[in-house]
């Protein structure tokens, strides 16, 4: 039975996540990622959204060195946005979310809007008719209601990528941290890079709050860092969020 979703209001900030059902991955090659990204930007408006398939737009991708080339920047248009999109992470399986909600039934409009838009081009894409849902449930969602609950939160998931080369690394902390470090400045599917000042997505995300609760960019990569190098000192952080955790 899927859990009742909170009471979202305007202004609160909200921790949304959702997974591939039976754990299936939802994301199966680089175009899956970029297209939930733009999914990301372009259903985060009032206005009803037709997604195209953008040939023009991969034909020039094909054209260019560096796909992100194409994609790190949208086109700049007038827009009523549904949610801040502060913070997002994509993983093989699953995806994380924290949103705030700016009008009435934001969140929920712009969830419905993400999985319809993406649901369908997965399903396009990969021949999946008539092969039951993508994701396990409808999307999961926890109210942060502390700025140290929000701390953690993000750092929770802006680390969550290290699990894809060090599985246990929550259980024993990584083996080598330098290495994960290193791993989570290449990993792009996140809004990690562009939250400690390197440009990955920026037009997805509203950064200026978490620049304020961690005073500045090089302050959250000093929380990251720090919750990998000192994750056993940390641990009862961990314990304050296990609820917000997928698994």
């Given at each position: 039975m899927a859990s009742k979703q909170p009471q979202f209001v305007n202004s609160e900030i909200y921790h949304t996540f959702n997974r591939g059902v039976e754990k299936r991955n939802i994301f199966q090659g680089v175009v899956d990622y970029f297209r939930f990204i733009f999914c990301l930007y372009e259903c985060n408006d009032k206005d009803f959204v037709i997604m195209r398939d953008r040939i023009g737009e991969?034909?020039?991708?094909?054209?260019?060195?560096?796909?992100?080339?194409?994609?790190?920047?949208?086109?700049?248009?007038?827009?009523?946005?549904?949610?801040?999109?502060?913070?997002?992470?994509?993983?093989?399986?699953?995806?994380?979310?924290?949103?705030?909600?700016?009008?009435?039934?934001?969140?929920?409009?712009?969830?419905?809007?993400?999985?319809?838009?993406?649901?369908?081009?997965?399903?396009?894409?990969?021949?999946?008719?008539?092969?039951?849902?993508?994701?396990?449930?409808?999307?999961?969602?926890?109210?942060?209601?502390?700025?140290?609950?929000l701390i953690n939160l993000i750092c929770y998931i802006f680390t969550n990528p290290i699990e894809i080369i060090e599985k246990s690394w929550k259980i024993k902390g990584a083996g080598n941290p330098q290495r994960v470090i290193k791993y989570l400045e290449s990993y792009r599917w996140f809004s990690y890079l562009d939250c400690i000042g390197k440009s990955n997505f920026p037009s997805v995300t509203d950064r200026e709050f978490l620049f304020k609760i961690f005073d500045g960019p090089d302050n959250i990569k000093k929380f990251v860092e720090s919750w990998i190098l000192y994750k056993a000192e940390l641990s009862k952080g961990v314990n304050k969020i296990n609820d917000l955790i997928l698994e």
């Open positions: 991969r034909k020039e991708r094909k054209r260019r060195k560096s796909i992100g080339d194409t994609y790190g920047n949208f086109p700049n248009k007038k827009r009523e946005p549904l949610v801040e999109i502060l913070v997002f992470c994509l993983m093989p399986n699953h995806y994380h979310l924290v949103l705030r909600q700016l009008t009435d039934n934001g969140i929920s409009l712009f969830m419905k809007k993400l999985g319809d838009s993406y649901v369908g081009y997965f399903n396009r894409k990969h021949n999946r008719r008539g092969m039951g849902s993508l994701f396990q449930d409808s999307f999961k969602a926890v109210h942060i209601k502390t700025t140290d609950q």
